[in-house]
């Protein structure tokens, strides 16, 4: 079955050892300029599999998110990023990689195939029917991922996927599938490159529409966000000042008194009125 992967067809590019170093950049970029095409054709099924997440997670529900290496890594990626891009709690949105934390950084032999880890894995946070979980696979055929959603669903778990096949393994057993048909990679079978560009690109979209729909984002600011460095600290005061109408010193007075951009503003309209 593996050799009818579109992910692992042959790349359309050959001798690459021979190219200069000009031609190697541009017909990588040649390929990855498709990419965007892909997600625009899969909107309608990403808008299915948000709407689905959305409902769960406005009522307490969580996202998880789990797959295999370079999958399960951007699925950590965007996981990590909402808790100080939106201030949302750490366990709200949660990943899993095949092999554990040690994959962030090394391949981890023979994780991936079996195909009973995923749901153990899923087990010691005690998902339930509340939740959602999104399988991440650019092949659409590894165990760990296939193995986990076949238990959720079991259970009443919502199921989503993102792969890079059409009518993959993975996709075929979830609720609601996205798939992301980017081709040949230019290096022959390196999901890394187009097929992990297009997972990424797919995470931000569900992630950041999320968070939109449940109230992280006002106007088009993150109200929410985590003051963990002096940048973001700064960015905060420049929007209460620009939200409220005031100077830097007061915008910057109600920062430390508050510790949030939406206490903040909030607090001070109220003592307004």
Not at 254 to 267: N, P
Request: hydrophobic share 40%; aromatic share 4%; proline share 3%.
């Amino acid at each position: 079955m593996e050799h009818k992967l579109t992910t692992e067809q042959t790349s359309a590019y050959n001798d690459l050892e021979k190219m200069n170093t000009f031609d190697l950049l541009s017909n990588m970029n040649t390929e990855d300029k498709t990419v965007p095409e892909i997600l625009e054709k899969a909107i309608p099924s990403i808008e299915r599999l948000v709407d689905a997440i959305y409902s769960k997670m406005k009522d307490g529900g969580r996202l998880f998110y789990m797959g295999a290496g370079t999958s399960g890594r951007l699925g950590i990626l965007d996981a990590s990023e909402c808790p100080p891009t939106f201030g949302v709690p750490d366990n709200m949105v949660i990943a899993l990689i095949a092999g554990g934390d040690v994959a962030l950084r090394k391949a981890v032999e023979n994780a991936e195939d079996n195909t009973e880890l995923g749901w153990k894995d899923l087990q010691k946070y005690n998902i339930n029917k509340n939740d959602v979980l999104i399988g991440i696979a650019a092949s659409g055929t590894t165990p760990y991922v296939i193995g986990a959603v076949k238990e959720a669903k079991k259970s009443g778990i919502v199921t989503g996927c993102i792969t890079c096949n059409k009518n993959s393994p993975l996709a075929l057993e979830v609720d609601f599938p996205v798939e992301l048909v980017v081709g040949p990679e230019f290096v022959t079978g390196s999901t890394r490159m187009k097929a992990g560009t297009a997972q990424k690109l797919a995470l931000n979209m569900i992630s950041t529409t999320v968070m939109i729909k449940l109230g992280r984002v006002r106007g088009n600011k993150m109200i929410d966000m985590q003051l963990s460095n002096k940048k973001l600290v700064i960015r905060a005061v420049q929007m209460i000042m620009n939200e409220l109408h005031v100077d830097e010193d007061l915008a910057d007075k109600l920062l430390a008194e508050h510790k949030s951009v939406r206490k903040a503003i909030d607090s001070y309209n109220l003592n307004k009125k």
